[in-house]
DNA sequence: TTTTAGATGTGAATATTATCACATAAATGG
DNA sequence: CCATTTATGTGATAATATTCACATCTAAAA
Protein backbone atom coordinates (compact mmCIF):
# COMPACT_ATOMS: atom_id res chain seq x y z
CA UNK A 1 0.00 0.00 0.00
CA UNK A 2 1.33 3.12 -1.27
CA UNK A 3 0.03 6.88 -0.13
CA UNK A 4 0.83 9.57 -1.92
CA UNK A 5 0.48 13.60 -2.30
CA UNK A 6 -1.01 15.56 -5.26
CA UNK A 7 -2.71 18.65 -5.10
CA UNK A 8 -3.31 18.20 -1.10
CA UNK A 9 -5.02 15.60 -1.76
CA UNK A 10 -3.96 11.97 -0.26
CA UNK A 11 -4.28 9.36 -3.19
CA UNK A 12 -3.85 5.30 -1.49
CA UNK A 13 -2.69 2.94 -3.98
CA UNK A 14 -2.30 -0.37 -3.79
CA UNK A 15 0.20 -2.17 -6.08
CA UNK A 16 0.22 -5.66 -7.49
CA UNK A 17 2.44 -7.10 -9.55
CA UNK A 18 0.30 -9.56 -12.22
CA UNK A 19 1.83 -11.81 -15.16
CA UNK A 20 0.55 -9.99 -18.34
CA UNK A 21 -1.03 -12.85 -19.28
CA UNK A 22 -3.04 -13.24 -16.13
CA UNK A 23 -4.08 -9.96 -17.32
CA UNK A 24 -4.98 -10.46 -20.64
CA UNK A 25 -6.78 -13.14 -19.86
CA UNK A 26 -8.83 -12.02 -16.86
CA UNK A 27 -9.03 -7.95 -19.29
CA UNK A 28 -10.80 -10.79 -22.33
CA UNK A 29 -13.48 -11.58 -19.58
CA UNK A 30 -13.98 -8.19 -17.97
CA UNK A 31 -15.42 -7.51 -21.27
CA UNK A 32 -17.59 -10.70 -21.21
CA UNK A 33 -19.04 -10.02 -17.73
CA UNK A 34 -19.37 -6.09 -18.50
CA UNK A 35 -21.53 -7.10 -21.79
CA UNK A 36 -23.09 -9.58 -19.19
CA UNK A 37 -23.80 -6.96 -16.50
CA UNK A 38 -25.81 -4.47 -19.52
CA UNK A 39 -28.08 -7.37 -20.22
CA UNK A 40 -29.10 -7.72 -16.59
CA UNK A 41 -29.59 -4.33 -15.84
CA UNK A 42 -31.99 -3.74 -18.74
CA UNK A 43 -33.51 -6.91 -17.55
CA UNK A 44 -33.70 -5.14 -14.39
CA UNK A 45 -31.62 -6.24 -11.96
CA UNK A 46 -29.74 -5.05 -9.39
CA UNK A 47 -27.65 -6.76 -7.62
CA UNK A 48 -25.77 -9.94 -8.69
CA UNK A 49 -23.51 -12.70 -7.09
CA UNK A 50 -20.65 -14.37 -8.54
CA UNK A 51 -22.81 -17.47 -9.30
CA UNK A 52 -25.07 -15.01 -11.32
CA UNK A 53 -22.51 -13.57 -13.17
CA UNK A 54 -20.72 -17.12 -13.83
CA UNK A 55 -24.39 -18.55 -15.22
CA UNK A 56 -24.22 -15.58 -17.39
CA UNK A 57 -20.69 -15.33 -18.83
CA UNK A 58 -20.29 -19.19 -18.67
CA UNK A 59 -17.60 -19.64 -16.25
CA UNK A 60 -17.00 -20.79 -13.00
CA UNK A 61 -17.94 -18.33 -9.97
CA UNK A 62 -14.72 -18.42 -8.78
CA UNK A 63 -13.10 -17.60 -11.91
CA UNK A 64 -15.34 -13.97 -11.55
CA UNK A 65 -14.29 -13.34 -8.46
CA UNK A 66 -10.60 -14.08 -8.90
CA UNK A 67 -11.04 -11.96 -12.31
CA UNK A 68 -12.43 -9.32 -10.28
CA UNK A 69 -9.72 -9.80 -7.37
CA UNK A 70 -6.87 -9.22 -10.30
CA UNK A 71 -8.66 -5.59 -10.59
CA UNK A 72 -9.05 -5.00 -7.14
CA UNK A 73 -13.41 -4.83 -8.22
CA UNK A 74 -14.44 -5.76 -4.63
CA UNK A 75 -17.77 -6.71 -3.32
CA UNK A 76 -20.13 -6.71 -0.21
CA UNK A 77 -19.06 -10.06 1.64
CA UNK A 78 -22.77 -12.22 1.77
CA UNK A 79 -23.74 -8.99 -0.44
CA UNK A 80 -22.54 -9.83 -3.44
CA UNK A 81 -22.06 -7.06 -5.91
CA UNK A 82 -24.37 -4.20 -6.47
CA UNK A 83 -24.62 -3.83 -10.49
CA UNK A 84 -24.59 -0.05 -10.88
CA UNK A 85 -21.11 0.05 -8.85
CA UNK A 86 -19.31 -2.74 -10.67
CA UNK A 87 -19.95 -0.88 -14.18
CA UNK A 88 -18.89 1.73 -12.85
CA UNK A 89 -15.74 -0.09 -11.97
CA UNK A 90 -15.01 -1.44 -15.40
CA UNK A 91 -16.05 1.67 -16.75
CA UNK A 92 -13.70 3.42 -14.76
CA UNK A 93 -10.93 0.50 -15.66
CA UNK A 94 -10.99 1.33 -19.48
CA UNK A 95 -10.75 5.21 -18.72
CA UNK A 96 -14.51 5.69 -19.96
CA UNK A 97 -14.57 8.96 -17.94
CA UNK A 98 -11.71 10.32 -20.04
CA UNK A 99 -12.34 11.15 -23.84
CA UNK A 100 -9.89 9.22 -26.33
CA UNK A 101 -9.66 10.76 -29.69
CA UNK A 102 -9.22 8.32 -32.17
CA UNK A 103 -8.44 8.80 -35.96
CA UNK A 104 -9.52 6.12 -39.60
CA UNK A 105 -6.81 5.89 -41.60
CA UNK A 106 -8.92 4.71 -44.82
CA UNK A 107 -12.19 5.33 -46.07
CA UNK A 108 -13.01 2.50 -48.22
CA UNK A 109 -15.93 0.05 -47.18
CA UNK A 110 -14.89 -0.04 -44.08
CA UNK A 111 -13.74 3.17 -43.09
CA UNK A 112 -16.55 4.18 -44.22
CA UNK A 113 -19.00 1.86 -41.88
CA UNK A 114 -16.33 2.78 -39.34
CA UNK A 115 -16.93 6.29 -39.53
CA UNK A 116 -20.19 6.59 -39.01
CA UNK A 117 -20.09 3.69 -36.20
CA UNK A 118 -21.88 5.93 -33.19
CA UNK A 119 -21.22 3.31 -30.56
CA UNK A 120 -17.49 4.31 -30.40
CA UNK A 121 -19.19 8.00 -29.65
CA UNK A 122 -21.68 6.80 -27.26
CA UNK A 123 -18.42 5.37 -25.28
CA UNK A 124 -16.33 8.53 -25.37
CA UNK A 125 -14.06 7.45 -28.13
CA UNK A 126 -14.11 10.04 -30.97
CA UNK A 127 -12.76 9.44 -34.24
CA UNK A 128 -11.61 13.13 -35.11
CA UNK A 129 -10.72 12.76 -38.59
CA UNK A 130 -10.26 10.37 -41.44
CA UNK A 131 -7.23 9.72 -43.56
CA UNK A 132 -7.08 8.89 -47.03
CA UNK A 133 -5.01 9.26 -50.56
CA UNK A 134 -7.73 9.57 -52.60
CA UNK A 135 -8.40 13.88 -53.32
CA UNK A 136 -12.18 12.94 -53.82
CA UNK A 137 -12.63 11.63 -50.78
CA UNK A 138 -10.99 14.33 -49.33
CA UNK A 139 -13.53 16.77 -50.67
CA UNK A 140 -16.80 14.94 -50.23
CA UNK A 141 -18.91 15.50 -47.41
CA UNK A 142 -18.78 12.61 -44.60
CA UNK A 143 -19.55 12.58 -41.16
CA UNK A 144 -16.21 13.54 -40.07
CA UNK A 145 -13.62 15.19 -41.92
CA UNK A 146 -11.45 13.50 -43.84
CA UNK A 147 -7.58 14.49 -45.23
CA UNK A 148 -4.49 13.91 -46.89
CA UNK A 149 -1.60 12.07 -45.36
CA UNK A 150 -0.04 15.40 -45.11
CA UNK A 151 -1.85 16.65 -42.41
CA UNK A 152 -1.41 13.24 -40.17
CA UNK A 153 0.87 14.85 -37.78
CA UNK A 154 -0.74 17.88 -37.44
CA UNK A 155 -3.84 15.93 -36.44
CA UNK A 156 -2.32 14.19 -33.72
CA UNK A 157 -0.66 16.23 -32.64
CA UNK A 158 -3.78 19.02 -32.16
CA UNK A 159 -6.22 16.19 -30.97
CA UNK A 160 -3.48 14.16 -28.95
CA UNK A 161 -4.09 10.99 -30.84
CA UNK A 162 -3.03 8.25 -29.09
CA UNK A 163 -4.45 5.17 -31.02
CA UNK A 164 -5.57 4.89 -34.33
CA UNK A 165 -7.44 2.13 -36.88
CA UNK A 166 -5.86 0.67 -39.94
CA UNK A 167 -8.57 0.27 -42.47
CA UNK A 168 -6.52 0.42 -45.68
CA UNK A 169 -6.01 -2.02 -48.31
CA UNK A 170 -2.98 -4.54 -47.16
CA UNK A 171 -0.73 -3.73 -49.88
CA UNK A 172 -0.28 -0.26 -48.35
CA UNK A 173 -1.18 -0.70 -44.36
CA UNK A 174 2.62 -1.44 -43.26
CA UNK A 175 3.90 1.94 -44.87
CA UNK A 176 0.22 3.43 -42.80
CA UNK A 177 1.26 1.72 -39.85
CA UNK A 178 4.89 2.93 -39.96
CA UNK A 179 3.76 6.71 -40.75
CA UNK A 180 1.43 6.09 -37.81
CA UNK A 181 4.52 5.08 -35.41
CA UNK A 182 6.05 7.64 -36.44
CA UNK A 183 3.78 10.63 -35.66
CA UNK A 184 3.67 8.73 -31.44
CA UNK A 185 0.51 6.70 -32.28
CA UNK A 186 1.03 3.96 -29.89
CA UNK A 187 -2.39 1.77 -30.30
CA UNK A 188 -3.42 0.24 -33.05
CA UNK A 189 -6.67 -1.78 -34.17
CA UNK A 190 -5.66 -3.32 -37.62
CA UNK A 191 -8.43 -4.84 -40.51
CA UNK A 192 -5.42 -5.04 -43.28
CA UNK A 193 -5.20 -8.27 -43.36
CA UNK A 194 -1.47 -8.59 -42.06
CA UNK A 195 0.88 -8.81 -39.85
CA UNK A 196 2.10 -5.39 -38.92
CA UNK A 197 5.22 -4.82 -37.74
CA UNK A 198 5.64 -1.93 -34.58
CA UNK A 199 8.39 -1.21 -32.46
CA UNK A 200 7.92 -3.17 -28.70
CA UNK A 201 6.07 -0.15 -27.38
CA UNK A 202 3.43 -0.22 -30.19
CA UNK A 203 0.54 -2.31 -29.02
CA UNK A 204 -1.62 -3.86 -32.10
CA UNK A 205 -5.23 -5.61 -32.22
CA UNK A 206 -5.12 -7.48 -35.17
CA UNK A 207 -8.72 -7.66 -36.56
CA UNK A 208 -9.15 -9.98 -39.61
CA UNK A 209 -12.67 -10.67 -41.00
CA UNK A 210 -11.34 -13.67 -42.87
CA UNK A 211 -9.78 -15.76 -40.31
CA UNK A 212 -12.78 -15.36 -38.01
CA UNK A 213 -15.04 -16.40 -40.88
CA UNK A 214 -12.78 -19.30 -41.42
CA UNK A 215 -12.48 -20.29 -38.17
CA UNK A 216 -16.59 -20.77 -37.70
CA UNK A 217 -16.72 -22.68 -40.75
CA UNK A 218 -13.73 -24.75 -39.58
CA UNK A 219 -16.10 -24.94 -35.79
CA UNK A 220 -18.92 -26.17 -38.12
CA UNK A 221 -17.55 -28.60 -40.54
CA UNK A 222 -16.26 -30.52 -37.60
CA UNK A 223 -18.41 -30.38 -35.25
CA UNK A 224 -16.95 -28.42 -32.56
CA UNK A 225 -18.95 -27.49 -30.19
CA UNK A 226 -18.84 -24.86 -27.40
CA UNK A 227 -20.37 -26.49 -25.10
CA UNK A 228 -20.94 -29.97 -24.05
CA UNK A 229 -17.93 -32.35 -24.65
CA UNK A 230 -14.53 -31.93 -23.78
CA UNK A 231 -12.64 -33.98 -25.33
CA UNK A 232 -12.61 -34.59 -29.00
CA UNK A 233 -11.49 -36.92 -32.08
CA UNK A 234 -9.42 -35.12 -35.39
CA UNK A 235 -9.14 -37.53 -37.62
CA UNK A 236 -6.57 -37.02 -40.31
CA UNK A 237 -7.01 -39.01 -43.55
CA UNK A 238 -3.94 -39.60 -46.40
CA UNK A 239 -4.97 -41.19 -49.85
CA UNK A 240 -3.45 -45.15 -49.47
CA UNK B 1 -3.96 -45.73 -37.59
CA UNK B 2 -7.47 -46.94 -39.21
CA UNK B 3 -7.89 -48.43 -42.75
CA UNK B 4 -11.25 -47.75 -44.82
CA UNK B 5 -12.41 -48.18 -48.06
CA UNK B 6 -14.22 -45.79 -50.32
CA UNK B 7 -15.23 -46.21 -54.14
CA UNK B 8 -12.16 -48.75 -54.62
CA UNK B 9 -9.65 -46.49 -52.87
CA UNK B 10 -7.99 -47.10 -49.29
CA UNK B 11 -7.47 -44.53 -46.83
CA UNK B 12 -5.64 -44.28 -44.43
CA UNK B 13 -6.67 -42.20 -40.71
CA UNK B 14 -4.58 -41.33 -37.88
CA UNK B 15 -7.06 -40.68 -35.23
CA UNK B 16 -6.26 -38.05 -32.23
CA UNK B 17 -7.57 -37.41 -29.48
CA UNK B 18 -7.47 -33.66 -28.16
CA UNK B 19 -8.60 -31.38 -25.33
CA UNK B 20 -11.26 -28.62 -27.30
CA UNK B 21 -9.29 -26.07 -25.62
CA UNK B 22 -5.89 -27.07 -26.76
CA UNK B 23 -7.29 -27.32 -30.69
CA UNK B 24 -8.59 -23.64 -30.18
CA UNK B 25 -5.32 -22.26 -29.15
CA UNK B 26 -3.19 -24.32 -31.76
CA UNK B 27 -5.88 -23.08 -34.42
CA UNK B 28 -6.15 -19.60 -33.54
CA UNK B 29 -1.84 -19.52 -33.81
CA UNK B 30 -2.03 -21.84 -37.32
CA UNK B 31 -4.12 -18.64 -38.24
CA UNK B 32 -1.32 -16.40 -37.01
CA UNK B 33 1.12 -18.80 -39.20
CA UNK B 34 -0.58 -18.70 -42.19
CA UNK B 35 -0.47 -15.01 -42.24
CA UNK B 36 3.24 -15.20 -41.76
CA UNK B 37 3.72 -17.73 -44.40
CA UNK B 38 1.94 -15.92 -47.18
CA UNK B 39 4.03 -12.47 -46.30
CA UNK B 40 7.40 -14.79 -46.61
CA UNK B 41 6.51 -16.35 -49.55
CA UNK B 42 5.60 -13.11 -50.90
CA UNK B 43 9.34 -12.26 -49.82
CA UNK B 44 10.06 -15.27 -52.14
CA UNK B 45 10.73 -17.53 -49.69
CA UNK B 46 10.05 -21.29 -50.36
CA UNK B 47 11.32 -23.36 -47.59
CA UNK B 48 10.96 -22.17 -44.16
CA UNK B 49 12.10 -23.84 -40.54
CA UNK B 50 10.12 -23.85 -37.52
CA UNK B 51 12.40 -20.47 -36.04
CA UNK B 52 11.74 -18.55 -39.46
CA UNK B 53 8.33 -18.72 -38.45
CA UNK B 54 8.27 -18.67 -34.71
CA UNK B 55 10.40 -15.36 -35.50
CA UNK B 56 8.02 -14.31 -37.87
CA UNK B 57 4.92 -14.86 -35.73
CA UNK B 58 6.47 -14.20 -32.15
CA UNK B 59 6.22 -17.52 -30.21
CA UNK B 60 9.25 -20.30 -30.15
CA UNK B 61 10.14 -22.54 -32.13
CA UNK B 62 8.70 -25.59 -30.01
CA UNK B 63 5.65 -24.29 -30.12
CA UNK B 64 5.28 -24.12 -34.14
CA UNK B 65 6.11 -27.72 -33.98
CA UNK B 66 3.88 -28.96 -31.58
CA UNK B 67 0.65 -26.91 -33.69
CA UNK B 68 1.79 -28.40 -36.16
CA UNK B 69 1.94 -31.71 -34.41
CA UNK B 70 -1.23 -31.15 -33.53
CA UNK B 71 -2.73 -30.87 -36.65
CA UNK B 72 -0.54 -33.45 -38.05
CA UNK B 73 1.12 -31.19 -40.27
CA UNK B 74 4.67 -32.43 -41.04
CA UNK B 75 7.40 -31.37 -42.70
CA UNK B 76 10.96 -32.96 -43.43
CA UNK B 77 13.38 -34.12 -41.26
CA UNK B 78 16.30 -31.76 -41.06
CA UNK B 79 14.88 -29.84 -44.49
CA UNK B 80 11.93 -27.72 -42.77
CA UNK B 81 9.26 -27.09 -44.63
CA UNK B 82 8.13 -26.37 -47.74
CA UNK B 83 6.12 -23.07 -48.01
CA UNK B 84 3.64 -23.98 -50.50
CA UNK B 85 3.18 -27.72 -48.90
CA UNK B 86 2.35 -26.10 -45.61
CA UNK B 87 -0.17 -23.68 -47.21
CA UNK B 88 -1.57 -26.17 -49.14
CA UNK B 89 -2.07 -27.93 -45.76
CA UNK B 90 -3.36 -25.12 -44.17
CA UNK B 91 -5.81 -24.14 -46.42
CA UNK B 92 -6.91 -27.61 -47.01
CA UNK B 93 -7.36 -27.96 -42.81
CA UNK B 94 -10.30 -24.71 -43.43
CA UNK B 95 -12.03 -26.60 -46.19
CA UNK B 96 -10.54 -23.78 -48.30
CA UNK B 97 -11.52 -26.53 -51.44
CA UNK B 98 -14.87 -26.41 -50.72
CA UNK B 99 -17.33 -23.35 -51.20
CA UNK B 100 -18.91 -21.97 -48.28
CA UNK B 101 -22.04 -19.97 -49.33
CA UNK B 102 -22.78 -17.77 -46.46
CA UNK B 103 -25.87 -15.55 -45.48
CA UNK B 104 -25.63 -11.73 -44.47
CA UNK B 105 -28.27 -10.04 -41.89
CA UNK B 106 -28.68 -6.25 -42.26
CA UNK B 107 -27.18 -4.32 -44.46
CA UNK B 108 -26.59 -1.14 -42.37
CA UNK B 109 -23.13 0.48 -42.85
CA UNK B 110 -21.61 -2.62 -41.48
CA UNK B 111 -23.70 -5.06 -43.43
CA UNK B 112 -22.69 -2.78 -47.11
CA UNK B 113 -18.92 -2.83 -46.00
CA UNK B 114 -18.90 -6.82 -45.57
CA UNK B 115 -21.40 -7.35 -48.78
CA UNK B 116 -18.49 -5.24 -50.60
CA UNK B 117 -15.36 -7.26 -49.11
CA UNK B 118 -13.79 -8.87 -51.89
CA UNK B 119 -11.81 -11.05 -49.98
CA UNK B 120 -14.08 -13.14 -49.26
CA UNK B 121 -14.68 -14.57 -52.12
CA UNK B 122 -11.14 -15.01 -53.08
CA UNK B 123 -11.06 -17.36 -50.25
CA UNK B 124 -14.23 -19.17 -51.61
CA UNK B 125 -16.23 -18.03 -49.13
CA UNK B 126 -19.48 -16.61 -50.94
CA UNK B 127 -22.08 -14.54 -49.34
CA UNK B 128 -24.72 -15.08 -51.44
CA UNK B 129 -27.73 -12.74 -50.46
CA UNK B 130 -28.04 -10.37 -47.82
CA UNK B 131 -31.84 -9.87 -45.64
CA UNK B 132 -33.05 -6.21 -44.18
CA UNK B 133 -36.15 -5.32 -43.22
CA UNK B 134 -36.20 -2.15 -44.78
CA UNK B 135 -38.27 -2.48 -47.92
CA UNK B 136 -35.80 0.60 -49.83
CA UNK B 137 -32.86 -1.84 -49.26
CA UNK B 138 -34.46 -4.84 -50.81
CA UNK B 139 -35.51 -2.97 -54.15
CA UNK B 140 -32.34 -1.03 -54.12
CA UNK B 141 -29.29 -2.45 -56.01
CA UNK B 142 -26.47 -3.76 -54.43
CA UNK B 143 -23.45 -6.51 -55.26
CA UNK B 144 -25.53 -9.42 -53.77
CA UNK B 145 -29.75 -9.78 -53.82
CA UNK B 146 -30.80 -8.15 -50.80
CA UNK B 147 -34.09 -9.72 -49.66
CA UNK B 148 -36.74 -9.63 -46.47
CA UNK B 149 -36.82 -12.17 -43.58
CA UNK B 150 -39.65 -13.95 -45.34
CA UNK B 151 -37.44 -15.60 -47.90
CA UNK B 152 -34.74 -16.65 -45.19
CA UNK B 153 -36.19 -20.62 -45.27
CA UNK B 154 -35.75 -20.38 -48.91
CA UNK B 155 -32.29 -19.30 -49.60
CA UNK B 156 -30.91 -20.93 -46.68
CA UNK B 157 -31.89 -24.09 -48.22
CA UNK B 158 -31.38 -23.41 -51.85
CA UNK B 159 -27.97 -22.46 -50.96
CA UNK B 160 -27.24 -25.40 -48.19
CA UNK B 161 -26.14 -22.30 -45.93
CA UNK B 162 -24.87 -23.48 -42.66
CA UNK B 163 -22.85 -19.70 -41.71
CA UNK B 164 -24.34 -16.43 -40.87
CA UNK B 165 -22.86 -12.97 -40.17
CA UNK B 166 -25.02 -10.75 -38.19
CA UNK B 167 -24.72 -7.09 -38.95
CA UNK B 168 -28.27 -5.83 -37.48
CA UNK B 169 -28.37 -3.30 -34.41
CA UNK B 170 -28.52 -4.70 -31.09
CA UNK B 171 -31.72 -4.51 -30.50
CA UNK B 172 -33.05 -6.90 -32.93
CA UNK B 173 -29.74 -9.08 -32.86
CA UNK B 174 -31.03 -11.76 -30.80
CA UNK B 175 -34.27 -12.48 -32.35
CA UNK B 176 -32.22 -12.51 -36.02
CA UNK B 177 -30.11 -14.92 -34.20
CA UNK B 178 -33.00 -17.34 -32.98
CA UNK B 179 -34.52 -17.17 -36.29
CA UNK B 180 -31.40 -18.52 -38.12
CA UNK B 181 -31.12 -20.99 -35.77
CA UNK B 182 -34.71 -21.77 -36.32
CA UNK B 183 -33.34 -22.18 -40.15
CA UNK B 184 -30.47 -24.57 -39.86
CA UNK B 185 -27.94 -22.30 -39.48
CA UNK B 186 -24.84 -24.17 -37.08
CA UNK B 187 -22.17 -21.04 -37.12
CA UNK B 188 -22.39 -17.16 -36.49
CA UNK B 189 -20.35 -14.51 -36.75
CA UNK B 190 -21.76 -11.47 -34.38
CA UNK B 191 -20.81 -7.98 -34.67
CA UNK B 192 -23.96 -7.10 -32.89
CA UNK B 193 -22.75 -5.86 -29.20
CA UNK B 194 -24.44 -8.33 -27.18
CA UNK B 195 -24.25 -11.69 -25.97
CA UNK B 196 -26.34 -13.99 -28.33
CA UNK B 197 -27.73 -17.25 -26.83
CA UNK B 198 -27.95 -20.29 -28.79
CA UNK B 199 -28.74 -23.87 -28.51
CA UNK B 200 -24.83 -25.91 -27.95
CA UNK B 201 -24.82 -26.95 -31.26
CA UNK B 202 -24.02 -23.47 -32.55
CA UNK B 203 -21.22 -21.96 -32.63
CA UNK B 204 -20.82 -18.11 -32.42
CA UNK B 205 -17.61 -15.87 -32.64
CA UNK B 206 -18.31 -12.30 -31.35
CA UNK B 207 -16.64 -9.07 -32.62
CA UNK B 208 -17.39 -6.47 -30.61
CA UNK B 209 -15.39 -3.66 -32.02
CA UNK B 210 -15.64 -1.32 -29.33
CA UNK B 211 -14.42 -3.51 -26.86
CA UNK B 212 -11.72 -3.81 -29.08
CA UNK B 213 -10.94 -0.80 -29.35
CA UNK B 214 -11.14 -0.23 -25.58
CA UNK B 215 -8.68 -3.16 -24.92
CA UNK B 216 -5.85 -1.19 -27.13
CA UNK B 217 -6.75 1.98 -25.15
CA UNK B 218 -6.31 0.23 -21.85
CA UNK B 219 -3.40 -1.36 -23.26
CA UNK B 220 -1.91 2.09 -23.88
CA UNK B 221 -3.23 3.87 -20.60
CA UNK B 222 -1.51 1.60 -18.78
CA UNK B 223 1.54 1.22 -20.47
CA UNK B 224 1.16 -2.81 -21.41
CA UNK B 225 3.68 -3.52 -24.31
CA UNK B 226 3.25 -6.55 -26.00
CA UNK B 227 7.12 -8.01 -26.21
CA UNK B 228 9.48 -7.51 -23.76
CA UNK B 229 8.75 -7.56 -19.61
CA UNK B 230 6.73 -10.30 -18.41
CA UNK B 231 5.30 -8.89 -15.07
CA UNK B 232 3.39 -5.94 -15.17
CA UNK B 233 2.33 -3.50 -12.31
CA UNK B 234 -0.83 -2.75 -11.59
CA UNK B 235 -1.99 0.59 -9.64
CA UNK B 236 -5.33 0.72 -7.83
CA UNK B 237 -6.04 4.40 -6.90
CA UNK B 238 -8.73 5.28 -4.32
CA UNK B 239 -9.38 8.80 -3.02
CA UNK B 240 -7.97 9.14 0.69
C1' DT C 1 -28.04 -8.05 20.53
C1' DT C 2 -26.51 -12.37 19.32
C1' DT C 3 -26.69 -16.07 16.19
C1' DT C 4 -26.86 -17.98 11.81
C1' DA C 5 -26.57 -18.34 7.05
C1' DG C 6 -24.44 -17.16 2.93
C1' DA C 7 -21.35 -14.90 -0.14
C1' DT C 8 -16.81 -12.87 -0.75
C1' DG C 9 -11.60 -13.00 -1.37
C1' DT C 10 -7.57 -15.53 -1.76
C1' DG C 11 -3.78 -19.02 -0.71
C1' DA C 12 -3.32 -23.91 -1.82
C1' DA C 13 -4.12 -27.63 -4.88
C1' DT C 14 -5.18 -29.24 -9.31
C1' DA C 15 -5.36 -29.02 -14.23
C1' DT C 16 -3.82 -27.13 -18.29
C1' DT C 17 -0.48 -25.21 -21.47
C1' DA C 18 4.09 -24.18 -23.08
C1' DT C 19 8.96 -25.29 -23.00
C1' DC C 20 12.74 -28.42 -22.83
C1' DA C 21 15.45 -32.00 -24.37
C1' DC C 22 16.47 -35.68 -26.90
C1' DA C 23 15.63 -39.69 -30.01
C1' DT C 24 14.94 -39.78 -34.86
C1' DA C 25 15.52 -39.09 -39.62
C1' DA C 26 17.31 -36.83 -43.70
C1' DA C 27 20.63 -34.12 -46.26
C1' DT C 28 25.53 -33.07 -46.85
C1' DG C 29 30.41 -33.83 -47.22
C1' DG C 30 34.40 -36.51 -47.06
C1' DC D 1 28.88 -45.27 -48.42
C1' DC D 2 29.46 -43.89 -43.88
C1' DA D 3 29.97 -40.06 -40.55
C1' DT D 4 28.28 -35.81 -39.30
C1' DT D 5 25.40 -32.20 -38.97
C1' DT D 6 20.94 -30.24 -38.24
C1' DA D 7 16.09 -29.81 -37.96
C1' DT D 8 11.90 -32.38 -36.90
C1' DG D 9 8.44 -34.59 -33.69
C1' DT D 10 7.10 -35.65 -29.26
C1' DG D 11 7.36 -37.52 -24.40
C1' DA D 12 8.92 -35.42 -20.03
C1' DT D 13 9.22 -31.33 -17.42
C1' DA D 14 8.33 -26.63 -16.06
C1' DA D 15 5.32 -22.77 -16.02
C1' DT D 16 0.84 -20.94 -15.97
C1' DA D 17 -4.09 -20.71 -15.28
C1' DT D 18 -8.15 -22.44 -13.12
C1' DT D 19 -10.60 -24.56 -9.46
C1' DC D 20 -11.01 -25.76 -4.69
C1' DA D 21 -11.59 -24.84 -0.03
C1' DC D 22 -11.93 -22.22 3.69
C1' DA D 23 -11.21 -18.11 6.65
C1' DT D 24 -13.57 -13.86 6.70
C1' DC D 25 -17.03 -10.78 6.83
C1' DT D 26 -21.82 -9.01 6.64
C1' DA D 27 -26.78 -9.08 6.17
C1' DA D 28 -30.67 -11.02 8.00
C1' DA D 29 -33.10 -13.66 11.45
C1' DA D 30 -34.06 -14.90 16.04
Known sequence: M???????????????????NVLKNSLKRIFLYRACLYRLK????????????AEEAGVTPDQVRKDFS??????????GYVL???LEKMEALFYRNKEHN????????????LSKYSRFVQRNMNVVAAFDIDPYKQKARYDIPVYGMDRLKEIIHRFKVKVAIIAVPEISAQQVCD????????????????LLKVPEDVVINNINLCDELE???YYVHNQIRNEGLKNIELLYGDMK
Open 2 to 20: YICRVNLTYYCFKVKTVTK
Open 42 to 53: MMGVEKVFSYTL
Open 70 to 79: EFNIRGNKRG
Open 84 to 86: SDL
Open 102 to 113: IILMGMGNLGLA
Open 179 to 194: ELVRNGIKGIINFAPV
Open 215 to 217: SVI
